[in-house]
């Protein structure tokens, strides 16, 4: 007995330490990995990232930290970690291989909700689609176009080529040009549109409006004409100008542009 129990006391002595410095790195451990995804989790709400990406970041950052502390704690026994290490890398390599093409349309998503180079409402223009974005999801962003088509794009498209935000910076140019004939008075012209411009009200007033001849030939001058109005107004004042200029030159009995044919028969 008195030799079982010497034993049983060197034992005790031996793992005691052991499991001790065990269960104080798993409670330390389990607590850093906890506050350290609570951390991530309250900047990213605080950069107002969608609560699912939130979520699933912090998730990942909680699990592989406790991971962490477990191989760790596996090692304070004497177990050999090597193994499960190389075992989780391995994984994580078949893993990241099958799905290499979904991972990078998650982190184009990350991405973007990130650093919002668009929000949700914007006009943008994509490589040959434009379109209202309706959604940005973890691995797609959804397009409401103009004829009011859904497009779905992965976020790796998206991230990937030149992304033009239309409507990001609040307010926007339209550039139109018009042709009447070469005979009619530039100042007239001028007038003409600037009237329908004035007409408008939702062109703005400051930036003011250009009306620019942007070039002459047999038959035809040119005009540049380029008020600003607020991005969601485009199109209504496009399609204004369009008609409403064509209207005002009928008006005015400003011609329009003769062919080159035409006036060389004329002269």
Request: proline letters at 3%.
């Amino acid at each position: 007995m008195e030799k079982y129990s010497s034993q049983l006391i060197n034992l005790a002595s031996t793992i005691a330490p052991k499991i001790v410095m065990a269960i104080l790195t798993l409670v330390i451990g389990f607590w850093f990995a906890n506050k350290l995804s609570k951390i991530l989790k309250a900047v990213l709400t605080k950069r107002k990232i969608d609560i699912a990406v939130t979520s699933f970041l912090a998730s990942i950052v909680s699990s592989a930290g406790k991971i962490m502390v477990l191989i760790s704690v596996a090692g304070i026994f004497g177990i050999e970690t090597t193994s499960f290490v190389a075992l989780i890398g391995a994984a994580g390599i078949a893993i990241g291989l099958a799905l290499q093409g979904s991972l990078s349309h998650f982190a184009s998503g990350v991405m973007i909700l990130i650093f919002k180079p668009f929000q949700v409402g914007d006009l943008i223009q994509i490589g040959e689609h434009t379109g209202n974005v309706e959604d940005i999801q973890i691995f797609n962003t959804v397009l409401r176009t103009l004829d009011n088509r859904k497009i779905i794009l992965p976020n790796g498209a998206v991230t990937s080529g030149a992304m033009v935000n239309i409507s990001g910076q609040g307010t926007i140019r339209v550039d139109m040009r018009f042709g009447v004939s070469n005979i009619e008075d530039i100042d007239k012209v001028r007038a003409a549109i600037q009237q329908v411009a004035d007409g408008c009200p939702k062109i703005l007033k400051n930036p003011a409006i250009d009306i620019l001849v942007n070039s002459q030939d047999v038959g035809i001058t040119k005009y540049d004409v380029r008020p600003w109005v607020n991005s969601e107004d485009y199109w209504e004042v496009y399609y204004y100008m369009q008609e409403n200029v064509k209207r005002q030159f009928e008006l005015n009995k400003i011609a329009g542009p003769k062919s080159a044919i035409e006036t060389i028969i004329k002269r």
